[in-house]
């Protein structure tokens, strides 16, 4: 009987060992998988990654003076103008087969996108960029940045930067958290828009702070790691709105301004393109180019 017991004994302890064993590499696992709408700072993002994936970033404390030319084409919604639930100023709607068209002709091109972090290394530690480098921006966070605008990224080879107003990720026709994460995990930038569409100068210095601080807050919440890249709406910005960007821990910004040249001079003011809606594959070569 004293065999007995022991046998016994020892198949209840592997038994037992093999649960523990499935249930914390199962449900981990599980876990991880899962995009949720929102994680929380400190932890990977959603989806698996690591935070040695998104490694603290900061200005270093001795700057050498760089100007990058680096075109940056901005969008806001690729969709089909007749059929959008809420109508924006047709000029900015690209109809889909023009984006695809674009895109098309920038890869033909030998045009390389480039993320955010290469643009702040080649700025603040003089890393090298590939040949005919861009960035493609594409502001507001529509649902049109996964249902349109990533598969065609996606088919060249090719990243972009998405700027999300936070406030509308439960509003009908605008990204959810999960398609934000889906965004990231697709190799996309993701950075902030306010959480309102404010027109920033305008606002007292609470609600400025809310709009600025109060977006990358959201973000980062859904994210799971810190965000750096900010755009303002409207392109409006005064120098009481730098500097709450600055404040709020964003690196890069971007303004509506037209031009090529980022510079460690005006990290908070970097000029973009932008791509109307009579746009064509040539002139968006010509913006890409310098012209125009």
């Known amino acids: 009987m004293a065999c007995a017991g022991r046998q016994l004994s020892l198949v209840l302890a592997l038994a037992v060992a093999a649960l ?29 990654g690591e935070m040695s994936r998104y490694p603290t970033l900061a200005v270093p404390s001795h700057v050498v003076p760089r100007r990058i030319r680096i075109p940056i084409l901005t ?5 089909v103008y007749a059929t959008e639930l809420t109508k924006s100023q047709p000029d900015l709607t690209i109809e889909p087969p023009a984006f695809k068209a674009e895109m098309a002709a920038l890869h033909r091109a030998g045009y390389r996108t480039i993320t955010q972090r ?10 090298a960029l590939p040949p ?7 502001d507001d966070g529509y649902v049109d940045d996964v249902t349109q ?8 080879g090719m990243r972009a930067t998405f700027y999300v107003i936070t406030g509308r ?6 990204l959810r958290p999960s398609q934000i994460q889906m965004l990231e995990r697709s190799g996309m930038d993701v950075g902030a828009h306010t959480r309102t569409h404010a027109n920033l100068p305008a606002l007292d210095p609470a609600t400025l702070r809310s709009e600025v601080d109060g977006s990358r807050r959201d973000l980062e919440r859904v994210l799971g790691h810190p965000v750096y890249w900010f755009a303002y709406p409207y392109g409006a910005f005064d120098a009481r709105v730098v500097d709450q960007v600055r404040k709020a821990g964003f690196l890069l910004a971007v303004t509506t301004r037209g031009g090529v040249l980022a ?3 005006a990290p908070l003011e970097i000029p973009r393109i932008h791509v109307g809606r009579t746009a ?9 180019g310098g012209a125009g």
Not at 75 to 79: F, Q, W
Request: hydrophobic letters at 40%; one cysteine or more.
């Open 149 to 156: 605008i990533l598969p065609v990224l996606k088919r060249y």
């Open 169 to 174: 990720m439960h509003e009908a026709g605008f």
């Open 118 to 127: 290469q643009l702040f290394a080649a700025l603040y530690q003089g890393a």
């Open 75 to 79: 969008y806001r919604r690729v969709h």
């Open 132 to 138: 005919r480098p861009v960035i493609v921006s594409v």
């Open 263 to 265: 510079t460690t001079a």
């Open 280 to 288: 064509t594959a040539t002139s968006v070569l010509s913006l890409a």
């Open 20 to 48: 523990a064993a499935a249930g914390c590499g199962g449900g981990s696992t599980t876990q991880r998988s899962v995009g949720h709408g929102g994680g929380s700072a400190g932890r990977g993002p959603p989806g698996g």
